[in-house]
């Protein structure tokens, strides 16, 4: 889909350099108040983004090509999207490299796997052509026009959305920490989120959009729930895989190659690597974050402990008037 206002990539003779930047554009976008002391968000087709994001967007929807060999691994923030990585990671890589010598060991699962709006934009073909494996949080409706015509996989993570908020808040509150701001309290970000207004939100809409395109080409999207790939990561291991076009041999199953991805890429494990317990993504950059900030709780039901039950009651009621008669359940969790 190309960006309103912004010339798309086939608007420029050949010797002329595209755009860098799409701010000035962005700055005459409706904006709200976002979850932090001194960004805020901006209003896009439908959908809530930092600036630094919707520049890569837009940049993406103008420029990016998508081939038909990639797989694109969509969610909102916080739903999965660091696991979900690692296990499509490890599979796709799982001849290449064994359980000692995987750059997950060294590596944050979000330096092994591309983000769209930030790795890809602006025209880069900074990618190995060697991985398929790309990221984004864009919304279906706003993925850049190439991804659809090429005919690639998409496969999509969603999350309970309490789980997903209290996690959100908590990711949000450690940024602003590690950049000495004063984080907004929880019952501030609560009402930005029920008024739909977080990064890539409204959260319900992002998840209807992929949730209907999943039904109508099942083919190419694969829909997953954070909460039953949890329950049973085996399964949906194999599933992934057979998905994506590197099924699991009889032999591979029965020398326990299922199960040793499955420990690899656990929250526990993961979580407990010295990368990322010390080390930073996008190190020396704007916009670095220390690896640490995306490895909390990993729970389910985890939002118990930090909502009042008139706060979970509230969100359970927006939850279910958002979704309304679509067969998807996000509640009952």
Not at 94 to 120: A, G, Q, W, Y
Request: glycine residues 6%; charged residues 25%; hydrophobic residues 35%.
């Amino acid at each position: 889909m190309e960006s309103p206002f912004v010339p798309s990539k086939n608007h420029f003779a050949a010797n002329e350099e595209p755009p860098k930047s799409y701010r000035e554009f962005i700055s005459t976008l409706p904006r709200t108040k976002g979850w932090n002391a001194e960004d805020d968000l901006y209003h896009y087709q439908g959908f809530w983004f930092h600036p630094t994001f919707l520049d890569g967007i837009m940049s993406a929807q103008d420029y990016f090509k998508a081939q038909p060999s990639d797989i694109l691994i969509c969610s909102t923030p916080r739903s999965g999207t660091t696991w979900l990585k690692a296990l499509a990671f490890a599979i796709v890589t799982r001849n290449s490299f064994d359980d000692s010598t995987s750059p997950l060991l060294s590596k944050v699962p979000h330096d092994c796997v591309p983000f769209v709006e930030m790795d890809l934009s602006h025209g880069s073909s900074a990618r190995d052509p060697e991985m398929p494996l790309l990221a984004t949080h864009i919304p279906f409706s706003s993925l850049p026009k190439s991804v659809l015509e090429s005919g690639c996989r998409i496969v999509y993570i969603c999350r309970n959305s309490k789980d997903a908020f209290v996690s959100m808040f908590h990711f949000a509150r450690r940024l602003e920490i590690q950049r000495n701001l004063e984080p907004l309290s929880l019952e501030e970000v609560f009402e930005l989120f029920c008024e739909g207004k977080c990064h890539y939100g409204p959260q319900w809409d992002h998840v209807l959009g992929y949730w209907r395109a999943s039904l109508e080409r099942p083919e190419k999207i694969l829909f997953l729930k954070y909460e039953e790939v949890k329950e049973d990561t085996g399964v949906y291991v194999k599933k992934l895989a057979e998905f994506i076009g590197c099924p699991f041999s009889p032999e591979e199953e029965e020398t326990g190659a299922v199960e040793k991805i499955v420990k690899m890429c656990s929250f526990e494990n993961l979580s407990n690597l010295e990368v990322n317990k010390t080390g930073k993504h996008r190190e020396d950059t704007p916009v670095s974050i220390q690896n640490k900030v995306f490895f909390w709780k990993g729970k389910i039901g985890e939002w118990e402990n930090h909502l009042t039950p008139e706060m979970a009651a509230r969100l359970d009621r927006i939850t279910e008037q958002k979704l309304g008669n679509s067969g998807l359940n996000l509640v009952r969790h």
